[in-house]
């Protein structure tokens, strides 16, 4: 594979210079590189809200913040995770960057779109932060009514439509994927030829369009409400606060898939990467992706088993709750089957492959406790939620993101970051996760409920440890901040594929060019063909 | 408490023994999967670790394993769902012979009234060994009402009115939380059970201060807002007459049929035009502001006891 004209033209990094030539770009690679600054930031805008709520919860007494503080804390907390960060996080970011690459394709379908779709996407996190500049917002990142819309005195319509205009550029994403992956595919690239990955972004698009639209018509008749007193939602005038729920978790529920599912993709091709292996059961790992976005849209009712909805539409709900949980079971025995026989290889995407397999097993597992609806009353809106739902988002799906990034890190930036360390902030970032919230199953099953900004003294020693173990989950991110920003100033050059890897976007130089490929490539061999698979050329790129 | 570390919650009703049963099942096979797994991830990334320019064995994949891994999971995931429902089943239908509780939420107390009258803020008082039905109403955004000693819970949703059931099996003092979030001061809004012998409990009935029980104040409501002026004992009035009203089907003039439950005759008072009854006029003024949901499950519990018009039951005396 040696390619010596590969690295004559210039990388997409440096090809034309200047900050209006990335803020007018049109190149996927740069917007996934303005989204991966932008959700990084505000990653660390959410973090340092949790970091505020593990300050409080450290003693029973509200004593750290006030309580209105308090609560406005906890929702900006949400709100900026999931909206600002999660659900952007690994589509609009590596989906961007690879997905493109992945099936041959110079760029997106759509490349002013996509570029539109991140100014929105800045336009709407403005807006919500803004909000927090005024005074902030009080609602819970649910915005439950009539609460919302009648009872908070507090900025709820200016924090609503930044979300509402947020969404809009999901759905520019996901719709500018999906046209991509039917349109752009590259001679030879058969639908099942495609990456896992690709599989995973495209499930996630339809969930995207089909879903964004309905939070963006609720969050919206929230914000009328308010204004123009309606009666969507207030009792009082004649509106049903539940049925904001149902609206509201139409879009939510699903919403966890779009951070969830983009995280199997990456995890497929990390699993097939370190066990040198082709990955077990393609077609099943590829539709249960399907199946978990399809299935996803008719679960929303099992947050609502306490409402006092009619128990047949409960029963239903969790009927199908149950089902949901089969195809995530499916994917994991076949990342595990993956590994049988492989030739495991312990660089440092092994221990962020381990770290989610071990995280997403107990979040999705928990599930299960939730989706039964007589142990759902006992736990719904306990600690137990909490914990159940950060293990899948934050336990799936960034250690998904951090296995992602530190994957393709050499590819997107041309550098190489130090392997100890990435191993060592990978087992800091799961240690610290499971002292922060595997105590809350416990708490949870004890009866705590969540957004408690003061607590029975029972409980203190569960936040206690929590707390603690937020500072060392908070040290663990910093670490990968600080050592992959390093990288970038003095790392060494990363070779052509230096993980020895499968794919299109192995076969390019790092970082690719601009329109990615000197020739539209021909495929011709089956995804994650291992047997034929390169070895990695890390250690001979050193020198160049 | 104890010095030892509390790990679970009491368990004093008699559903908090089935909840935790399940619980355990579960627990039970989740460990089984997640143990299984880890160690089969971690032995094949110690018996397989292989070295750079290696390739794993060609295998694809099985259809026949894909088949045991879906269908496994599957049964057993059926089986959680057919053990929660029935459980749920259990925690939805409260016994006939219940005593009823009225609580109405607000920000950010709980406000309790004793089918006798006896009113207690923040805390309930209740007999173990007899079935509890509380009936739950909130004077402004949703609440809910959450005892994890009894391991239920119901949302408590402004503009209509939800029902939830327990029976005490331990004396004792126990956690009330508000779990839904509700404002400023959402985790003050707790209180404590107190679970008492029957006879303690009834012997604190006596000592209370009552101000009539809520049938008397029901009945007292309804002459004072004038509800009796069309409402009357015989078909005679403007309004159709509420004997036997409860529990009783209803013909609509719109064609429909509903059944006449405490949601229907709380939202007949609160806004009449929803539905009317067949053969009357849309003509009811609507009570919203009038009555807090205090009242309104006072009128309630009144209308309930109005039974068709027959000499021998005279229990309201009208």
Same mark, same amino acid.
């Given at each position: 594979m040696k390619e010596a004209d590969v690295q004559q033209e210039p990388s997409y990094l440096g090809a034309p210079y200047g900050l209006a030539s990335w803020l007018l770009t049109k190149d996927h690679k740069r917007i996934a590189i303005l989204y991966l600054i932008s959700i990084t930031i505000f990653f660390a805008i959410g973090g340092s809200f949790a970091a505020m709520i593990r300050a409080e919860l450290v003693t029973p007494q509200g004593d750290f913040l006030t309580a209105d503080l308090y609560n406005k804390v906890f929702t900006l907390h949400g709100v900026v995770m999931i909206f600002f960060f999660l659900i952007p996080s690994i589509p609009a970011t590596l989906g961007n960057f690879f997905m493109p690459i992945?099936?041959?394709?110079?760029?997106?379908?759509?490349?002013?779109?996509?570029?539109?779709?991140?100014?929105?996407?800045?336009?709407?996190?403005?807006?919500?932060?803004?909000?927090?500049?005024?005074?902030?917002?009080?609602?819970?990142?649910?915005?439950?009514?009539?609460?919302?819309?009648?009872?908070?005195?507090?900025?709820?319509?200016?924090?609503?439509?930044?979300?509402?205009? *947020?969404?809009?550029?999901?759905?520019?994403t996901g719709f500018n994927f999906i046209v991509t992956v039917h349109r752009m595919r590259a001679p030879g690239m058969t639908w099942f030829?495609?990456?896992?990955?690709?599989?995973?972004?495209?499930? *996630?698009?339809?969930?995207?369009?089909?879903?964004?639209?309905?939070?963006?018509?609720?969050?919206?008749?929230?914000?009328?409400?308010?204004?123009?007193?309606?009666?969507?939602?207030?009792?009082?005038?004649?509106?049903?606060?539940?049925?904001?729920?149902?609206?509201?978790?139409?879009?939510?529920?699903?919403?966890?898939y779009i951070m969830i599912l983009p995280g199997m993709g990456v995890i497929s091709e990390l699993v097939a990467n370190v066990s040198r292996k082709q990955i077990f059961g393609y077609s099943f790992v590829a539709f249960s992706s399907l199946a978990i976005a399809i299935i996803g849209f008719l679960v929303w009712g099992h947050h609502m088993f306490v409402t006092g909805q009619s128990i047949y539409a409960g029963l239903v709900f969790s009927i199908i709750t149950m089902l949901v949980a089969?195809?995530?079971?499916?994917?994991?025995?076949?990342?595990?089957?993956?590994?049988?026989?492989?030739?495991?290889?312990?660089?440092?995407?092994?221990?962020?492959?381990?770290?989610?397999?071990?995280?997403?097993?107990?979040?999705?597992?928990?599930?299960?406790?939730?989706?039964?609806?007589?142990?759902?009353?006992?736990?719904?809106?306990?600690?137990?939620?909490?914990?159940?739902?950060?293990?899948?988002?934050?336990?799936?799906?960034?250690?998904?993101?951090?296995?992602?990034?530190?994957?393709?890190?050499?590819?997107?930036?041309?550098?190489?970051?130090?392997?100890?360390?990435?191993?060592?902030?990978?087992?800091?970032?799961?240690?610290?996760?499971?002292?922060?919230?595997?105590?809350?199953?416990?708490?949870?099953?004890?009866?705590?409920?969540?957004?408690?900004?003061?607590?029975?003294?029972?409980?203190?020693?569960?936040?206690?440890?929590?707390?603690a173990g937020a500072t060392v989950l908070g040290a663990g991110y910093l670490m990968i901040l600080l050592y992959l920003v390093y990288s970038i100033v003095k790392g060494p050059k990363a070779p052509m594929n230096p993980w020895g890897a499968t794919g299109l976007e192995w076969k390019i130089q790092?970082?690719?060019?601009?329109?990615?490929?000197?020739?539209?490539?021909?495929?011709?061999?089956?995804?994650?063909?291992?047997?034929?698979?390169?070895?990695p050329t890390r250690e001979v790129t050193h020198h160049e | 408490m104890s010095s030892t570390l509390p790990l679970f919650p009491p368990s004093a009703s008699t559903v908090a023994g089935d909840v935790d049963a399940l619980f355990f099942f579960i627990l039970a096979v989740s460990a089984f999967f997640a143990v299984l797994v880890s160690v089969l991830i971690l032995y094949f990334t110690f018996k397989f670790k292989g070295k750079h320019g290696e390739a794993g064995a060609d295998i694809h994949g099985s259809l026949t394993l894909e088949l045991i891994w879906t269908g496994i999971p599957f049964v057993l995931a059926m089986v959680m769902f057919v053990w929660g429902a029935q459980l749920f089943f259990t925690l939805a239908k409260p016994p006939a012979d219940a005593m009823d509780v009225f609580v109405v939420g607000k920000q950010w107390m709980w406000k309790v009234q004793h089918p006798e009258g006896v009113r207690e803020i923040n805390e309930l008082h209740v007999p173990i060994g007899r079935p509890v039905r509380l009936?739950?109403?909130?004077?402004?955004?949703?609440?809910?009402?959450?005892?994890?000693?009894? $391991?239920?819970?119901?949302?408590?949703?402004?503009? $209509?009115?939800?029902?939830?059931?327990?029976?005490?099996?331990?004396?004792?003092e126990y956690h009330i939380f508000c779990s839904q979030y509700c404002g400023t001061k959402h985790s003050g809004m707790i209180g404590t059970v107190v679970a008492m012998q029957p006879e303690d409990y009834e012997a604190w009935l006596a000592g209370g201060r009552s101000t009539g029980s809520a049938v008397q104040n029901g009945e007292r409501l309804f002459t004072e807002l004038s509800c009796i002026t069309c409402h009357k004992a015989d078909s005679s009035g403007r309004g159709p007459t509420l004997a036997g009203v409860f529990g009783s089907t209803v013909q609509l003039n719109d064609g429909r049929k509903v059944l006449a439950d405490e949601n229907y005759l709380r939202e007949s008072i609160m806004s009449p035009q929803a539905k009317v009854v067949q053969g009357f006029q849309p003509i009811m003024p609507t009570f919203q502001g009038l009555v807090s949901e205090e009242n309104l499950l006072q009128l309630i519990a009144y209308v309930k006891t109005l039974k068709p018009a027959e000499p021998a039951s005279a229990p309201v005396k009208k």
């Amino acid at each position: 594979m040696k390619e010596a004209d590969v690295q004559q033209e210039p990388s997409y990094l440096g090809a034309p210079y200047g900050l209006a030539s990335w803020l007018l770009t049109k190149d996927h690679k740069r917007i996934a590189i303005l989204y991966l600054i932008s959700i990084t930031i505000f990653f660390a805008i959410g973090g340092s809200f949790a970091a505020m709520i593990r300050a409080e919860l450290v003693t029973p007494q509200g004593d750290f913040l006030t309580a209105d503080l308090y609560n406005k804390v906890f929702t900006l907390h949400g709100v900026v995770m999931i909206f600002f960060f999660l659900i952007p996080s690994i589509p609009a970011t590596l989906g961007n960057f690879f997905m493109p690459i992945m099936i041959g394709a110079k760029d997106l379908a759509f490349p002013r779109i996509n570029l539109l779709s991140w100014y929105i996407y800045v336009v709407g996190a403005t807006l919500t932060l803004a909000a927090v500049i005024m005074g902030g917002v009080d609602t819970g990142w649910t915005f439950y009514t009539p609460y919302s819309s009648i009872s908070s005195t507090t900025n709820v319509t200016t924090a609503a439509l930044g979300v509402f205009i *947020t969404g809009f550029s999901s759905i520019l994403t996901g719709f500018n994927f999906i046209v991509t992956v039917h349109r752009m595919r590259a001679p030879g690239m058969t639908w099942f030829r495609m990456p896992l990955f690709v599989w995973a972004n495209y499930a *996630t698009s339809l969930v995207m369009i089909l879903g964004t639209p309905v939070i963006a018509i609720t969050v919206l008749l929230i914000a009328a409400e308010r204004a123009l007193h309606l009666g969507v939602f207030d009792p009082r005038i004649g509106g049903d606060p539940v049925l904001f729920q149902h609206l509201f978790w139409f879009y939510s529920h699903p919403a966890v898939y779009i951070m969830i599912l983009p995280g199997m993709g990456v995890i497929s091709e990390l699993v097939a990467n370190v066990s040198r292996k082709q990955i077990f059961g393609y077609s099943f790992v590829a539709f249960s992706s399907l199946a978990i976005a399809i299935i996803g849209f008719l679960v929303w009712g099992h947050h609502m088993f306490v409402t006092g909805q009619s128990i047949y539409a409960g029963l239903v709900f969790s009927i199908i709750t149950m089902l949901v949980a089969v195809p995530s079971a499916v994917k994991t025995f076949n990342w595990t089957a993956t590994m049988y026989k492989g030739a495991v290889v312990w660089d440092s995407p092994l221990f962020w492959v381990l770290g989610f397999m071990g995280l997403f097993l107990i979040g999705g597992l928990t599930g299960l406790f939730l989706g039964a609806m007589g142990l759902d009353i006992h736990l719904h809106d306990t600690y137990f939620v909490v914990a159940h739902f950060h293990y899948i988002m934050v336990g799936g799906g960034v250690m998904a993101f951090l296995g992602g990034l530190h994957f393709y890190w050499p590819k997107m930036t041309g550098r190489m970051y130090s392997e100890p360390l990435a191993k060592v902030a990978s087992m800091l970032v799961f240690f610290g996760f499971n002292l922060t919230f595997f105590p809350q199953f416990i708490v949870g099953y004890m009866g705590m409920p969540r957004r408690y900004h003061s607590y029975p003294a029972e409980f203190q020693v569960f936040n206690v440890l929590s707390t603690a173990g937020a500072t060392v989950l908070g040290a663990g991110y910093l670490m990968i901040l600080l050592y992959l920003v390093y990288s970038i100033v003095k790392g060494p050059k990363a070779p052509m594929n230096p993980w020895g890897a499968t794919g299109l976007e192995w076969k390019i130089q790092s970082p690719p060019i601009t329109h990615n490929f000197h020739e539209t490539p021909v495929v011709t061999e089956e995804a994650y063909d291992y047997l034929h698979a390169p070895a990695p050329t890390r250690e001979v790129t050193h020198h160049e | 408490m104890s010095s030892t570390l509390p790990l679970f919650p009491p368990s004093a009703s008699t559903v908090a023994g089935d909840v935790d049963a399940l619980f355990f099942f579960i627990l039970a096979v989740s460990a089984f999967f997640a143990v299984l797994v880890s160690v089969l991830i971690l032995y094949f990334t110690f018996k397989f670790k292989g070295k750079h320019g290696e390739a794993g064995a060609d295998i694809h994949g099985s259809l026949t394993l894909e088949l045991i891994w879906t269908g496994i999971p599957f049964v057993l995931a059926m089986v959680m769902f057919v053990w929660g429902a029935q459980l749920f089943f259990t925690l939805a239908k409260p016994p006939a012979d219940a005593m009823d509780v009225f609580v109405v939420g607000k920000q950010w107390m709980w406000k309790v009234q004793h089918p006798e009258g006896v009113r207690e803020i923040n805390e309930l008082h209740v007999p173990i060994g007899r079935p509890v039905r509380l009936t739950l109403g909130s004077e402004d955004v949703i609440h809910d009402f959450y005892i994890p000693a009894f $391991r239920v819970k119901m949302d408590v949703v402004p503009g $209509r009115l939800t029902t939830m059931w327990f029976t005490a099996t331990k004396t004792g003092e126990y956690h009330i939380f508000c779990s839904q979030y509700c404002g400023t001061k959402h985790s003050g809004m707790i209180g404590t059970v107190v679970a008492m012998q029957p006879e303690d409990y009834e012997a604190w009935l006596a000592g209370g201060r009552s101000t009539g029980s809520a049938v008397q104040n029901g009945e007292r409501l309804f002459t004072e807002l004038s509800c009796i002026t069309c409402h009357k004992a015989d078909s005679s009035g403007r309004g159709p007459t509420l004997a036997g009203v409860f529990g009783s089907t209803v013909q609509l003039n719109d064609g429909r049929k509903v059944l006449a439950d405490e949601n229907y005759l709380r939202e007949s008072i609160m806004s009449p035009q929803a539905k009317v009854v067949q053969g009357f006029q849309p003509i009811m003024p609507t009570f919203q502001g009038l009555v807090s949901e205090e009242n309104l499950l006072q009128l309630i519990a009144y209308v309930k006891t109005l039974k068709p018009a027959e000499p021998a039951s005279a229990p309201v005396k009208k």
